[in-house]
């Protein structure tokens, strides 16, 4: 291991790798990537793998759309040896109340503003779509063919092996255990293989990403939160698009290979645990065979658990702090870092480099300082 | 036995996975079940990795030249066997909050 580096970025799930691979695509080779565990042993290999640009934030809607666009050429750009599968299936958003059918269509305006050429649907138009759709509660729907979803494990890796190309160098089970500061700014980071100085930290530690600031002093306005979800028995294609539901707070799709992967938000304490419940594996299922009948003949397999880290208005916290000169933050994804890694890296490394952005402004919005000042755009449309 | 034979034994039968797709993984530096698992599938059909978990550990061990016993055991999750989300909806939960049947 290096014992001294131009960056460091702490967490080799897709964002930190992301990070690594722009910051060496725009010239700064000399990065370190450290992860305790392997690549995408995190959040993002826990993941529900959905992409979706159905957003109901200006900025959650250009970072998704942007990624969007990077996913559909990634496996090119990226000169990937195996593929990162990504499939534009679409979202089918259902709404339920009044309120839904609002934020709806709101969101709609804003999508469409944006070039996210989303529809508004009726209930019979979201039965087209998804005909074993139960619609009988159903008031309306969105729908947007170009959402879908890619392999978290492959993009991870597509990403790493990019970066380790450009000379990045990435150590797995390699946990880091302090960082060191003097006079407001970061000097270098403590791992248990050894230290390395350094004048920049990238905090992409996910679900840990507290965890990381506590031991820099930075104090932020997050929180984890364990999120459950499960995986059936495969079976021939039959569901295109995701369904998700901000009313059951559940989402489910059809994977490529033909297992279904389904999640639902749950109330929570916060915290790092990752214990898998009955209790979730029957409300889901409980849920799902409501939602979408005919899943209920469908075997499950294995169910897991991975970590939400949530910001106040469910936005991520990108870039510096004043709080201390160096520590970067790509942080508090709540629940959607995966779909928006690929514009969180290229915005990042334009950051940390100084280099120009025709997007940069999101940086300055998703600045941490932005709790301080009040003034919040809160994204309602979170599972 | 030629070369090629060899390369195309399958280790996992369940996911489909050859030895040869095995090695290009691990030559890549993915030596653990955990990591091959997340990146081929393997370990990941219906027997869960019954069948196949010591064959892969094998196949670490003799590319990787560290033996078995240091080798990271994966982590291993109890496959839930035969039970559709219809069966457990229509469960109802004790006081424990465990399902058991009407
Ligand atoms: C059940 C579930 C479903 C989800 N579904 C979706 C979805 O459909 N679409 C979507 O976009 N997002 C989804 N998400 C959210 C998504 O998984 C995360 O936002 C995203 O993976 C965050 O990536 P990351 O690289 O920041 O974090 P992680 O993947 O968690 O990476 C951080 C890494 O840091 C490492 N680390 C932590 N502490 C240390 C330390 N001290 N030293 C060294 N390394 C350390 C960890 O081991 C980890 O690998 C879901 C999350 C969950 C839990
Ligand atoms: S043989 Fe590998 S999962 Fe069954």
Redesign the interface.
Same mark, same amino acid.
């Given at each position: 291991m290096k014992n001294k580096a131009q960056v460091v970025v702490i967490g080799g799930g897709v964002v930190g790798c992301s990070i690594a691979y722009h910051l060496a695509a725009n010239g700064c080779k000399d990065v370190v990537v450290l992860e305790k565990e392997?690549?995408?042993?995190g959040s993002t290999?826990r993941c529900g793998a959905g992409v979706r640009q159905q957003w109901g934030t200006e900025m959650n809607c250009r970072l998704s759309t942007g990624s969007a666009r990077d996913f559909e050429n990634m496996n090119e750009e990226l000169q990937y040896e195996?593929d990162i599968e990504f499939h534009q299936g679409g979202y089918l958003l259902v709404a339920y109340t009044d309120h839904q059918v609002e934020q709806f269509k709101k969101n709609v305006a804003l999508q469409n503003s944006l070039g996210i050429h989303s529809r508004f649907l009726t209930p019979l138009q979201a039965k087209e779509i998804v005909p074993h759709l139960n619609i009988e509660p159903l008031l309306a729907a969105t729908f947007y063919e170009k959402d879908g979803h890619a392999n978290p494990?492959?993009v991870t890796?597509a990403y790493a092996?990019a970066a380790r190309r450009l000379g990045v160098e990435i150590n797995?089970y390699t946990t880091v255990t302090g960082i060191k500061t003097e006079n407001g700014r970061i000097i270098g980071v403590v791992t248990d293989k050894g230290e390395i100085s350094t004048p920049i930290v990238v905090n992409a530690a996910g679900g840990f990403a507290d965890v990381i600031a506590q031991m820099a002093g930075v104090e932020l306005p997050t929180y984890s939160e364990r999120h459950q979800i499960l995986v059936?028995?495969p079976v021939e294609a039959f569901q295109g698009p995701m369904v998700m539901s901000f009313h059951h707070n559940t989402y489910c799709q059809q994977s490529p290979?033909g297992s279904f992967i389904m999640g639902m938000g749950e109330i929570e304490p916060h915290g790092h645990e990752i214990m898998s419940?009955?209790?979730f594996?029957?409300e889901?299922?409980?849920k799902?065979?409501?939602m979408l009948p005919p899943?209920?003949?469908?075997?499950?397999?294995?169910?897991?658990a991975g970590l939400y880290h949530l910001t106040p208005d469910r936005q991520p916290i990108l870039g510096s702090t004043e709080q201390l000169q160096g520590f970067e933050m790509a942080l508090g994804f709540s629940g959607h870092g995966f779909m928006i890694a690929p514009m969180t890296g290229r915005l990042m490394a334009a950051h940390i480099l100084g280099l120009d952005h025709k997007d940069k402004d999101i940086m300055t919005t998703l600045n941490m300082d932005r709790f301080a000042k009040g003034n919040l755009f809160i994204e309602p449309s979170v599972v | 036995m030629s070369n090629h034979e060899y390369d195309n034994t399958i280790i996992c039968r369940c996911e489909d996975i050859s030895r040869a797709e095995l090695h290009k993984w691990i030559d890549?530096?993915?030596t653990?079940v955990?990591?091959l698992k997340?990146?081929t599938?393997a370990t990941?059909g219906?027997c869960?990795g019954r069948t196949c978990r010591q064959l892969i550990l094998q196949e670490i061990a003799s590319r990787t030249g560290v033996p078995i016993s240091e080798a990271k055991i994966p982590t291993y999750?109890q496959? %839930?066997?035969? #039970?559709? %989300?219809?069966a #457990?909806?229509d469960?109802k939960?004790d006081e424990e909050?465990?399902?058991h049947e009407e």
């Amino acid at each position: 291991m290096k014992n001294k580096a131009q960056v460091v970025v702490i967490g080799g799930g897709v964002v930190g790798c992301s990070i690594a691979y722009h910051l060496a695509a725009n010239g700064c080779k000399d990065v370190v990537v450290l992860e305790k565990e392997f690549l995408a042993s995190g959040s993002t290999g826990r993941c529900g793998a959905g992409v979706r640009q159905q957003w109901g934030t200006e900025m959650n809607c250009r970072l998704s759309t942007g990624s969007a666009r990077d996913f559909e050429n990634m496996n090119e750009e990226l000169q990937y040896e195996g593929d990162i599968e990504f499939h534009q299936g679409g979202y089918l958003l259902v709404a339920y109340t009044d309120h839904q059918v609002e934020q709806f269509k709101k969101n709609v305006a804003l999508q469409n503003s944006l070039g996210i050429h989303s529809r508004f649907l009726t209930p019979l138009q979201a039965k087209e779509i998804v005909p074993h759709l139960n619609i009988e509660p159903l008031l309306a729907a969105t729908f947007y063919e170009k959402d879908g979803h890619a392999n978290p494990f492959h993009v991870t890796q597509a990403y790493a092996d990019a970066a380790r190309r450009l000379g990045v160098e990435i150590n797995t089970y390699t946990t880091v255990t302090g960082i060191k500061t003097e006079n407001g700014r970061i000097i270098g980071v403590v791992t248990d293989k050894g230290e390395i100085s350094t004048p920049i930290v990238v905090n992409a530690a996910g679900g840990f990403a507290d965890v990381i600031a506590q031991m820099a002093g930075v104090e932020l306005p997050t929180y984890s939160e364990r999120h459950q979800i499960l995986v059936t028995e495969p079976v021939e294609a039959f569901q295109g698009p995701m369904v998700m539901s901000f009313h059951h707070n559940t989402y489910c799709q059809q994977s490529p290979h033909g297992s279904f992967i389904m999640g639902m938000g749950e109330i929570e304490p916060h915290g790092h645990e990752i214990m898998s419940t009955w209790q979730f594996l029957k409300e889901m299922s409980d849920k799902i065979t409501n939602m979408l009948p005919p899943l209920r003949y469908l075997r499950v397999v294995r169910q897991w658990a991975g970590l939400y880290h949530l910001t106040p208005d469910r936005q991520p916290i990108l870039g510096s702090t004043e709080q201390l000169q160096g520590f970067e933050m790509a942080l508090g994804f709540s629940g959607h870092g995966f779909m928006i890694a690929p514009m969180t890296g290229r915005l990042m490394a334009a950051h940390i480099l100084g280099l120009d952005h025709k997007d940069k402004d999101i940086m300055t919005t998703l600045n941490m300082d932005r709790f301080a000042k009040g003034n919040l755009f809160i994204e309602p449309s979170v599972v | 036995m030629s070369n090629h034979e060899y390369d195309n034994t399958i280790i996992c039968r369940c996911e489909d996975i050859s030895r040869a797709e095995l090695h290009k993984w691990i030559d890549q530096g993915l030596t653990t079940v955990d990591e091959l698992k997340r990146l081929t599938r393997a370990t990941m059909g219906p027997c869960q990795g019954r069948t196949c978990r010591q064959l892969i550990l094998q196949e670490i061990a003799s590319r990787t030249g560290v033996p078995i016993s240091e080798a990271k055991i994966p982590t291993y999750r109890q496959p %839930l066997r035969g #039970i559709t %989300l219809g069966a #457990i909806a229509d469960m109802k939960l004790d006081e424990e909050g465990k399902p058991h049947e009407e």
